[in-house]
């Protein structure tokens, strides 16, 4: 039966769509699209199912890939349909064309994005890095590289945010962390930026020496390193190298690296610098007290003294915070403006981010997804007060080999945690994390929701005054 | 999995906000319990009964979809077999869909409903159902018996007369005497059983009075006379439990002239952005306090006559008390019940630590508590009497 329904939902009209969402989801990729329809054929699931939380969005790119494949499609009934009717099989040749389409459709998309991948973008892709590599040679601002396996976006946005209070600081937008992005970037800037801050992702090995061969970072700062690009890299030792390579183009004393990244330690030179909740390049905190609204503390170093309040959510956000107050102190901001600067950093979208919905509190912390945030995140719910706690998560993803000991340590998190409620989706993670709840004495409500959108639409109803409900980790549809 | 039946809508005043009631405040909670399967039961403003899942979507009544609804969907058939059945006839030629049901939530505002015609015809077919009994109903329809009732037990309410029409009418100077010796103007003049303010006037003097009770009298055959109370906060409290009872937080709805909030703004569906789904007996508050803004002993004060109240008209499951307050004599008074608040009034119970799922839970629970309780009490004796007839 699901085999049918599966084999059949390739014949929807709509098939191209769904091959064109695909392809943006792994952005025009061919082999990750080549990956994602192989699976998706191997585990009999519709065509359909690709798409049941985003939608494709009509780019320009996607509209031409869709009338490409359209068009496409219809040449080939077309030619295929007079081949039939001169050839004299018809009926049982019909069919098989017709079955065939939506496959060979499936191949021509893959062999268009190839060609395109090879002959339009990357000799347009090389144009444009010569390019930024120009601008940002000539630039005089002081320039800050951030890498990391996680928490990447958050650093840059506090070192935006908090720089900003005295001086002119650009970033690299959003999430934008490969090299196009960077070179968009570069062509954005007026040059008279005192500060210039670019969010290097690392996406399969060598990426990092390129961009730092691109950008020449005065200062990096490395957030962290976990499991998390696994596909792509042969092991954990593979990304590590790949984030310490930025060695060889900023001197030690101005690579600074998280102290809180137990993976990163292992990898870590002698002579690092590294930034932790206790402090770092001589400062020292104290005082930490973290609440729903934020998190508060000290920073000390001789006769110098801050008093810091951030909006962030967690005791775990105190390493980058001291980290850019002390950066900026050494940029040579005054106390009043970093004190200022830190007043104004907030959640982001989707990050540790607490909603108030129907008296209770919601920890939004969709986007995390890596062991080491989300434990973080139950340190936290854990340290906060309510009448009643929730856990809601499905596990996490692109974990590779590492699959069942990440879950394993997520559900001893989760345990240690011990929240009165926990919400597991019934995926393939659930057992794993399950097995190491109850292992590890987990005695309180578990909850196994198989319709993760329906249980968020209901968290209105489940939610009171009193609650604090934290929700890691979305599962993004490629990985459903 | 248990079947609960949802009945909604009816021939009231409160038609249109006992949807809202039970789409958004029981429906979506109990489905999202996982536990039942919600059958929703329509009855429109003809009486008509309907039975079909379309009927929990709250856009086949504001899209007027309803009306198109009803012109092909047929009617509901109940048959009583020492349960409740729901029966209709479906699209094949003859054959009939038949639903047993476990539990039933009422969830009626106002008149041929929440006043206990509708518990009647439950307890007629011996299926649990949540709420208030046929008796506690229909004393806290009735401003005057739920009064009369209360006081038997210590209650305070406010000075009062009462009378029907003919009884008026047949001496219009003595009442308005007896009335002036032992009343204090201002007064309070209103019809006994009707609901939203409908009928209510307030008088300073004889002459208003006259009036007043012409338009109490004009609403129903029974109005009632009772003295202001002055210095006036109004709170209210909801309540649930059969014997063990549980309050939520003494609340002070504030005038509805008080500006832009409503209860929507100010407690429902926070962050989400003003969608209108629910919102307390709509139009007759304006957003509220929770907790009402009141001095620790009036507060205590105000539970302890809610709770009073509650169990000397017999309430069970739900209800909601609401009270008249002289500030300056720190003196509480009790006003009226309401067996079933409009959408539950959630917004307090989740102020105080219950969510939509929790409370709508208990109260299934407690339905069926008193329900197994009342199997054990015998209500039938075998006699010879047919034999010596
Ligand atoms: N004795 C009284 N003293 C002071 N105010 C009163 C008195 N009786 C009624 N009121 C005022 O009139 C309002 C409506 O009265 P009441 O609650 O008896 O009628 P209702 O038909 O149930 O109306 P609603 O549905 O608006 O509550 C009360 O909320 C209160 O503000
Ligand atoms: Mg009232």
Known sequence: M????????????????????????????????????????RNTQTLQSVATRKRLVMTRRAKLLVLATYGFATIFIILYAWLVLVLDFRILALLIGILALPHVSRYFLEFTAYVAQNLIIAPE??????????????????????????????????????????????ATPGNMNVSTSHARFARSLKGDEDVLIVEFGEGEPGDIERMAQMFKPDYAIITGLAPNHLDYYPDLKAVAKDLLSIYDFVPADKVLVSGESKMLKDFLPKAAHVFTTGG?????????????????????KAKSQFKLASGLLGRYQVAPLALVAALADKLGMSKSDIEAGMKKTAPFQHRMQPRLINGAWLIDDAYNGNLEGMQAGLKLLAELPAKRKWYVTPGLVDQGVETV???????????????????????????????AMLNEGFKNELRVETNPLDFYVQIEHLVASGDVLLMQNDWTDNYS | MKTIAVIFGSRSAEHDISIVTALSAIIKPLEATKKYKIEAVYIAKDGSWYWDEKLKDIKLYQSGAIDEFMRKAPKVQLQFDNGLTLVKSSQFAGRKAYKKIDVVFPATHGTHGEDGELMGLLEMANVPYVGCDVPSSAVA??????????????????KMK???????????????????????????????????????????????????IEVALHYDEKALVEEAVANLIEVTVPIIGNDELIPASVEQPLPKDDGVFDFETKYMNQGKGGKKMSGGKAGAQGYSKIPADIS?????????????????????????????????????????????PGSLYNHNWRASG??????????????????????????TFSTNFLKQF
């Open chain 1, 280 to 300: 770092t390049l001589g400062w020292k905190t104290s005082n930490i007290k973290p609440t729903i609204a934020g998190v508060t503390f000290d920073l000390n």
């Open chain 2, 162 to 212: 009462f009378f029907t029409k003919s009884e008026y009418s047949e001496n219009v100077e003595g009442w308005l005497k007896a009335i002036k010796t032992d009343l204090k103007m201002p007064l309070f003049v209103k019809p006994a059983r009707l609901g939203s303010s409908i009928g209510i006037t307030r008088v300073e003097n004889e002459k208003e009075l006259v009036n007043a």
């Open chain 1, 125 to 170: 892709q090389k144009r444009m890095t010569e390019e930024a590599a120009r601008i940002f040679a000539d630039h005089t601002g002081v320039k800050i590289a951030v890498l990391g396996s996680y928490g990447k976006t958050t650093m840059k946005e506090l070192l935006a945010t908090i720089l900003s209070q005295g001086k002119k600081v650009a």
């Open chain 1, 2 to 41: 699901k085999t049918l329904r599966a084999f059949l939902s390739y014949y929807s009209p709509k098939f191209p769509l769904y091959f064109a969402y695909m392809l943006q989801q792994v952005e025009y990729d061919p082999k990750k699209f080549h990956e994602w329809s192989g699976r998706l054929l």
């Open chain 2, 296 to 340: 620790k002993d009036l507060y205590d004060k105000s539970l302890e006559t809610a709770l009073g109240v509650y169990k000397a008209v017999g309430c069970q499951g739900i209800a909601r008390i609401d009270l008249l307050i002289d500030s300056k004599a720190k003196k509480v008074y009790f006003n009226e019940i309401n067996p079933l």
């Open chain 2, 354 to 379: 219950w969510s939509n799922v929790d409370l709508v839970t208990r109260l299934v629970d407690l339905a069926e508590e008193r329900w197994n309780a009342k199997q054990k009490l015998t209500t």
């Open chain 2, 141 to 158: 329809m009735d401003k005057v018996l739920s009064k009369l009732q209360t006081q038997a037990y210590g209650i305070v309410s406010p």
């Open chain 1, 405 to 435: 000991r990440v879950h394993k340590e997520l559900g001893k998190a989760i345990a240690e945690s011990n929240p009165n409620i926990v919400v597991l989706m019934n995926n393939s993670a659930r057992p794993i994390i399950e097995e």
